[in-house]
C-alpha cells in the first residue's frame, strides 16, 4: 500500500515573516486523514524572510532535526547551546523533559528554505540535547547517505527512535534502490527537483508512503534532493 501526499495538497500558512506547508497535521492546520507517517509526526517546509524568526519557544518529549536547503538558520537554547546550520548539515534536538529555543535567519538579506523534521522518542523524559554533523554532497550524490539513526552509525546523527534518515542528492537519470524489509515502513520526501518512486512521479514538496516489502527504485527525472525514512511498522 502506498500513501500519496502531493505538495499542492499540504496545509499551508503564510505569516508574511514565514511561508510554511505541512505535510501532516500541525498547528492550526489539522487533518484526520494526515496525522503522521509512523513515528514521523511532522514534515514542515519552512521559508523564513531575513532576519526573521520563531521567537523563543518551548518543545518536550520529542525528536526534531532541521534540514536547510537554501541559506543559514541560527539557533538559541535554554541549555547554553547555540549554532549555525547551512545546507549539507543536520541537526537533531532532543525536547526530552523539556527545553526552550529561538531559531532565526541568520542573514540579514536572504531567505532560508529549511524542512523541520520530528519523529517521536520511544523513551519519553530524555535529558535535553543537540547534535549537528556535515555531509558533503559528495557523500550523498548518486547514494542513499545515512544521516540519521538509532545508533548514531556511519557517522549519522543519532536519533532516539527506530528509525534510519538517509539523504541523496541525484543527477538526471541516476537512480538508486532501497531494499524495503518485512515490517519496515518508508516515507521518501522530495525535497527539491523531481524523481520517479516506484513508478510515480514526484515533484519538489511531494511526499509517499511505502509500505510494500522489496527493492524500491528512485531515478530522479531531473536534477534532485530528498530523503528517506526507513520506519518500523
Given at each position: 500500500?502506498?500513501?500519496?501526499?502531493?505538495?499542492?495538497?499540504?496545509g499551508?500558512?503564510?505569516?508574511?515573516?514565514?511561508?510554511?506547508?505541512?505535510s501532516?497535521?500541525?498547528?492550526h492546520?489539522h487533518?484526520?486523514a494526515?496525522?503522521g507517517?509512523?513515528?514521523l509526526?511532522?514534515?514542515?517546509?519552512?521559508?523564513?524572510?531575513?532576519?526573521a524568526?520563531?521567537?523563543?519557544?518551548g518543545?518536550?518529549?520529542?525528536e526534531?532535526?532541521?534540514y536547510?536547503?537554501?541559506?543559514?538558520?541560527?539557533?538559541?537554547?535554554?541549555?547554553?547551546?547555540?549554532?549555525?546550520?547551512?545546507?549539507?548539515?543536520v541537526?537533531?534536538?532532543?525536547?526530552g523533559?523539556?527545553?526552550r529555543?529561538?531559531e532565526?535567519?541568520?542573514?540579514q538579506?536572504?531567505?532560508?528554505?529549511?524542512?523541520q523534521?520530528w519523529?517521536?522518542?520511544?523513551?519519553?523524559?530524555?535529558?535535553p540535547?543537540?547534535?549537528?554533523?556535515?555531509?558533503?554532497?559528495g557523500?550523498?550524490?548518486?547514494?542513499l547517505?545515512?544521516?540519521?539513526?538509532r545508533?548514531?552509525?556511519?557517522?549519522?546523527?543519532?536519533?532516539?527512535?527506530?528509525?534510519?534518515?538517509?539523504?541523496?542528492?541525484?543527477?538526471?537519470g541516476?537512480?538508486?534502490t532501497?531494499?524495503v524489509?518485512?515490517?519496515?515502513?518508508?516515507?521518501?520526501?522530495?525535497a527539491?527537483g523531481?524523481?520517479?518512486?516506484?513508478?510515480?512521479?514526484?515533484?519538489?514538496?511531494?511526499?509517499?508512503?511505502?509500505?510494500?516489502?522489496?527493492?524500491?527504485?528512485?531515478?530522479?527525472?531531473?536534477?534532485?534532493?530528498?530523503?528517506?525514512?526507513?520506519?518500523?511498522a
Amino acid at each position: 500500500m502506498n500513501t500519496l501526499r502531493l505538495s499542492e495538497h499540504r496545509g499551508h500558512a503564510n505569516l508574511g515573516w514565514l511561508d510554511t506547508k505541512h505535510s501532516f497535521s500541525f498547528g492550526h492546520y489539522h487533518d484526520p486523514a494526515h496525522m503522521g507517517f509512523g513515528t514521523l509526526r511532522v514534515i514542515n517546509e519552512d521559508i523564513v524572510e531575513p532576519g526573521a524568526g520563531f521567537d523563543t519557544h518551548g518543545h518536550r518529549d520529542m525528536e526534531i532535526v532541521t534540514y536547510v536547503l537554501d541559506g543559514a538558520l541560527e539557533h538559541k537554547d535554554s541549555i547554553g547551546t547555540g549554532s549555525i546550520i547551512r545546507p549539507g548539515e543536520v541537526r537533531r534536538m532532543t525536547a526530552g523533559t523539556g527545553i526552550r529555543h529561538s531559531e532565526f535567519n541568520a542573514s540579514q538579506s536572504e531567505k532560508v528554505k529549511l524542512l523541520q523534521i520530528w519523529i517521536s522518542p520511544e523513551t519519553l523524559g530524555l535529558t535535553p540535547g543537540y547534535e549537528q554533523k556535515a555531509f558533503p554532497g559528495g557523500e550523498r550524490q548518486g547514494a542513499l547517505r545515512l544521516l540519521g539513526s538509532r545508533d548514531g552509525r556511519e557517522g549519522s546523527v543519532t536519533i532516539h527512535q527506530d528509525v534510519s534518515l538517509y539523504g541523496s542528492l541525484l543527477k538526471p537519470g541516476e537512480q538508486v534502490t532501497f531494499d524495503v524489509q518485512p515490517g519496515r515502513k518508508i516515507w521518501v520526501q522530495v525535497a527539491r527537483g523531481a524523481v520517479a518512486v516506484a513508478c510515480q512521479p514526484l515533484q519538489s514538496g511531494d511526499g509517499i508512503g511505502i509500505e510494500t516489502p522489496g527493492s524500491l527504485n528512485i531515478t530522479a527525472t531531473s536534477e534532485a534532493e530528498f530523503l528517506l525514512f526507513d520506519l518500523a511498522a
